[in-house]
């Protein structure tokens, strides 16, 4: 089937009951590693809710639950679908940042929350001992990434790793220690990823999304400049709020 530019591009979003809702306005695939939705689907709806830093109750005042469970009930609340893609964060939504890059009819979206209190370095061994530190403080980054093209599998995969690569980079760029003090952290222990893109015979087909390719540039450009803007959000964040 040939691809040929739509009149007007759907995606929308809007932030209510303090959860972002990304409206790609039709399904489309998406590769994620979200609470809700994880994996390989379609969906047409992603979303990323607020939640306290040590959550003791649900949306309906409920003991706490599965995140899974939390966010379907959560999407009934909000008029989504079920079948929805969920993540959860700790950061205000009064934080978010978004970016958008446009080339020749190509187009990516990027939406970020960052919180980096929870900062680790790939590799070091996790605690389970105290960590009073870091509690009662925002400490995800989540990454929504959204693009027109429609990409094989495995371009999916490589969208998701370009995304991380970029976030790691400013995270290096800037210095951001882990949580334990030590150098170099390279995300945090909660984060997650979203990719999305469009159906076959909806977009621009790409086999290919990696660092070499126009698409995996744009990814990159739009995941930097948010994670970056992030970043700089949140240390407002951190010093309204010092104790």
């Given at each position: 089937?040939?691809?040929?530019?739509?009149?007007?591009?759907?995606?929308?979003?809007?932030?209510?009951?303090?959860?972002?809702?990304?409206?790609?306005?039709?399904?489309?695939?998406?590769?994620?590693?979200?609470?809700?939705?994880?994996?390989?689907?379609?969906?047409?709806?992603?979303?990323?809710?607020?939640?306290?830093s040590n959550p003791s109750s649900?949306?309906?005042?409920?003991?706490?639950?599965?995140?899974?469970?939390?966010?379907?009930?959560?999407?009934?609340?909000?008029?989504?679908?079920?079948?929805?893609?969920?993540?959860?964060?700790?950061?205000?939504?009064?934080?978010?940042?978004?970016?958008?890059?446009?080339?020749?009819?190509?187009?990516?979206?990027?939406?970020?929350?960052?919180?980096?209190?929870?900062?680790?370095?790939?590799?070091?061994?996790?605690?389970?001992?105290?960590?009073?530190?870091?509690?009662?403080?925002?400490?995800?980054?989540?990454?929504?990434?959204?693009?027109?093209?429609?990409?094989?599998?495995?371009?999916?995969?490589?969208?998701?790793?370009?995304?991380?690569?970029?976030?790691?980079?400013?995270?290096?760029?800037?210095?951001?220690?882990?949580?334990?003090?030590?150098?170099?952290?390279?995300?945090?222990?909660?984060?997650?990823?979203?990719?999305?893109?469009?159906?076959?015979?909806?977009?621009?087909?790409?086999?290919?999304?990696?660092?070499?390719?126009?698409?995996?540039?744009?990814?990159?450009?739009?995941?930097?400049?948010?994670?970056?803007?992030?970043?700089?959000?949140?240390?407002?964040?951190?010093?309204?709020?010092?104790?």
């Open positions: 089937m040939s691809w040929r530019p739509p009149d007007r591009v759907a995606t929308t979003s809007r932030v209510t009951r303090d959860t972002l809702i990304v409206d790609l306005g039709s399904r489309m695939r998406v590769l994620s590693s979200a609470p809700r939705g994880g994996g390989l689907r379609t969906t047409r709806y992603i979303l990323n809710h607020q939640v306290a649900n949306v309906e005042g409920r003991s706490w639950e599965h995140p899974s469970r939390y966010l379907r009930r959560l999407a009934g609340l909000l008029g989504v679908e079920a079948d929805c893609v969920g993540l959860m964060t700790a950061v205000p939504m009064t934080q978010l940042v978004s970016r958008r890059e446009e080339r020749g009819g190509l187009w990516v979206e990027c939406y970020a929350t960052v919180g980096v209190t929870n900062a680790v370095r790939a590799g070091e061994r996790p605690s389970h001992g105290d960590q009073r530190s870091i509690h009662g403080k925002p400490g995800t980054i989540n990454l929504i990434v959204v693009t027109n093209a429609c990409l094989a599998v495995s371009a999916l995969v490589g969208a998701v790793q370009v995304a991380t690569e970029a976030k790691t980079g400013i995270l290096r760029d800037r210095a951001v220690p882990s949580w334990t003090g030590s150098p170099g952290a390279t995300g945090t222990g909660t984060d997650a990823v979203v990719a999305a893109c469009a159906l076959r015979g909806c977009g621009p087909w790409h086999a290919y999304a990696g660092t070499h390719t126009d698409l995996g540039s744009m990814i990159g450009l739009v995941v930097s400049e948010c994670v970056l803007e992030g970043l700089v959000r949140a240390a407002q964040w951190t010093a309204m709020h010092r104790t």
